[in-house]
C-alpha cells in the first residue's frame, strides 16, 4: 500500500483482467522499488532508499525534505492516474531486477 505502487500496479492489473479475457496468461508483475516514505506533517519525514528488488541501501532521508518528497511521490502518483485515465496506454514504470528468494 503505497503511493508509488498504485498506478503500476492498477495497469499491471488491468492487463491480466485483459489477458484474461483474452484467454492467454497474463505476464508476470516487474515493479521496481526505490524505498519507503513516511511523513510525519509538512514539516518531518522519513524516506529510506532501496534497490529495484525493495532491499534496504544504508542511505536515507530525513526532516523536511523527505516530507517534501513524500508530497511530491503522493502528487506524481494521482497526476499519472489521471493521465492514465485521459490517455489509456500512457502509463509506464521502472521495472524490476531479479528478486531473491528467502529462505525461511
Do not use: Y
Not at 87 to 103: C, H, I, M, N
Request: proline share 4%.
Amino acid at each position: 500500500m503505497s503511493c508509488q505502487a498504485a498506478q503500476p500496479l492498477g495497469a499491471q492489473a488491468a492487463e491480466t483482467v485483459l489477458s484474461r479475457i483474452a484467454g492467454t496468461e497474463p505476464a508476470v508483475i516487474n515493479q521496481a522499488f526505490t524505498g519507503s516514505g513516511v511523513s510525519l506533517g509538512r514539516r518531518a519525514g522519513i524516506r529510506q532508499l532501496s534497490r529495484k528488488d525493495d532491499t534496504a541501501v544504508n542511505l536515507h532521508i530525513t526532516g523536511r525534505m523527505a516530507a517534501a518528497i513524500k508530497e511530491a511521490t503522493r502528487e506524481l502518483g494521482v497526476s499519472r492516474i489521471r493521465r492514465e485515465a485521459r490517455k489509456p496506454g500512457s502509463s509506464f514504470w521502472l521495472k524490476g531486477g531479479p528478486r531473491t528468494t528467502s529462505r525461511v
